[in-house]
């Protein structure tokens, strides 16, 4: 029976030079971070992103065929907590959303000659993407609908329509956009990919949108979500993925592994705020004993252990379904994952706040920032409610409606355990 929770040795070793790297690279850096020379950063960047590639752990996400490591959702999991413990890290280990589920895209969609001009750039970082699909005036919970339309013209498409929260479109080399091509195709085979490169006419970025996050935001930084207006921008025919009416389908390829990833990421994040949460505890008194000997308190250290472990398990679990029977064959999980983990971290993040007081609304602590930034979580990547329902579905199909009493009805069962107990009796020589 195999059964393991151990990770090779090997394995284990590059995780604790990542952490080792992360540790003392990275989060340093972290309270000067957003006031860096950006011409400076790109070049230090780089020389961190190098000693990564050095370690083979650039990229990890993609499969060896595809241009990756191959390591599978496992290891690509266990990886993904550590990232998740530094937001900059994801740049510095080549995982950065959305750059990795476009990647995933390309390499699942692009010919040879649109993964030679647009996916392996990205995947070295030299170029950067966005993907955009959802828009201000329809659901984006609902990709089945949408009002952005492209229409061939000779050798060229023409895209007309408006999207918004498209991450990084503002500082993006290329945008890939979801745009229906074919209204007859609906639900499923209606919309296209396009490649639309930066600085082409007709695509307008109006603004990057104040968030959570970043309610004053600064126009044109990475992470920051941009509303795009498409006026009539033409694009040659090879600037679309896949066929006609395969945009539904590959934006799918963008999602399997990267709800994992996500998920260990905020499991990262939450696990240092438990850290934080812990120290604070030992280290401060009220009413005579310390934060950690009031029993709320220890209340919220437990809970949040407990619920940080349970999900790092769900998550495991699922990633170790998906390298054995595939993405496309264990989707409810991937949402159940997705919207479990997303509401224990801001459970977490949230418990941190309230023992560390005023501290913790503060911006002198990191908590406040992840917690909003975090908030994201339950909407993003389809919204919580969404993946329940799909796993409540797929649950339900397993039960088949019965007539009259429910199967485990005590007093209509009586009469067969009545049976049952004679039957007994008389093999067991009671009579
Ligand atoms: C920080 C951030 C970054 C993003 N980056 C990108 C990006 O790069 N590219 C991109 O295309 N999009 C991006 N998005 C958009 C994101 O994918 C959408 O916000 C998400 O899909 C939900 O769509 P919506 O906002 O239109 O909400 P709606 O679809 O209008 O849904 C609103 C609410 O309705 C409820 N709801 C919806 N459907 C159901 C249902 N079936 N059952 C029950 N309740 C339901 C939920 O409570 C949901 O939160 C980003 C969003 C955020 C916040």
Redesign the pocket.
């Known amino acids: 029976m195999g059964w393991d929770f151990e990770t090779d040795a090997e394995f284990a070793g590059q995780l604790a030079w990542m952490r080792s790297f992360i540790d003392r690279e990275l989060i340093p850096l972290e309270p000067i971070f957003d006031e860096l020379p950006q011409d400076e950063w790109q070049v230090a960047k780089r020389y961190l992103q190098d000693q990564v590639k050095a370690q083979g752990l650039w990229g990890a996400f993609l499969d060896p065929e595809l241009g990756g490591t191959g390591f599978g959702q496992l290891k690509l999991a266990l990886m993904s907590e550590i990232i998740g413990r530094c937001m900059m890290s994801m740049t510095i280990f080549g995982v950065q959303a ?1 750059d990795s589920g476009n990647m995933e895209l390309l390499a699942h969609g692009a010919t040879d000659g649109q993964k030679e001009r647009w996916l392996w750039p990205n995947l070295r970082g030299e170029i950067s993407s ?5 828009e201000p005036f329809f ?4 990709p089945t609908v949408i009002g952005t339309t492209a229409v061939s013209d000779g050798d060229e498409w023409v895209i007309n329509g408006r ?1 918004w ?3 990084n479109a503002s500082v993006a080399d290329i945008v890939l956009v979801f745009a229906e091509t074919s209204p007859d195709g609906r639900p499923h085979h209606h919309a296209s990919i396009f490649i639309v490169p930066a600085g082409t006419p007709g695509m307008e970025i109006v603004r990057d949108i104040g ?1 959570m996050a970043h309610p004053d935001v600064a126009y044109g930084r990475p992470g920051n ?1 941009a509303e795009i207006v498409f006026r009539d921008c033409r694009v040659p025919a090879d600037h679309m993925i896949g066929r006609p009416g395969d945009g539904f389908v590959l934006a799918q390829q963008r999602l399997g592994g990267g709800r994992i990833h996500h998920a260990m990421r905020w499991l990262g994040m939450a696990q240092r705020s438990l850290d934080i949460m812990g120290e604070r505890a030992v280290s401060r008194t009220s009413h005579g004993k310390l934060l950690a000997q009031h029993q709320m308190i220890q209340d919220y250290v437990a809970l949040s252990h407990t619920e940080i472990q349970a999900a790092r398990l769900l998550t495991f679990q699922t990633a170790w379904k998906v390298d054995k029977y595939g993405a496309a064959a264990v989707r409810a999980d991937l949402g159940m994952v997705k919207a479990h983990v997303s509401k224990v971290v801001l459970a977490v993040l949230d418990r941190t706040i309230q023992v560390c007081g005023a501290l913790g609304y503060s911006s002198d602590l990191p908590v406040e920032a992840w917690y909003r930034s975090t908030r ?1 979580g339950p ?5 919580d ?2 993946h329940k ?1 799909v796993l409540a579905r797929t649950l339900l199909k397993e039960y088949r409606p019965v007539e009259g009493w429910p199967t485990e009805h005590i007093p209509s069962r009586r009469p067969a355990a009545e049976e049952r107990w004679a039957q007994l009796r008389v093999g067991a020589g009671l009579g």
Request: aromatic content about 12%; charged content about 15%; proline content about 8%.
């Open positions: 959305p966005a993907f955009a699909l959802t659901a984006g919970s609902d999207k929260f498209i991450t968030t979500h994201f909407i993003g990547d389809g919204p409610e969404l329902s």
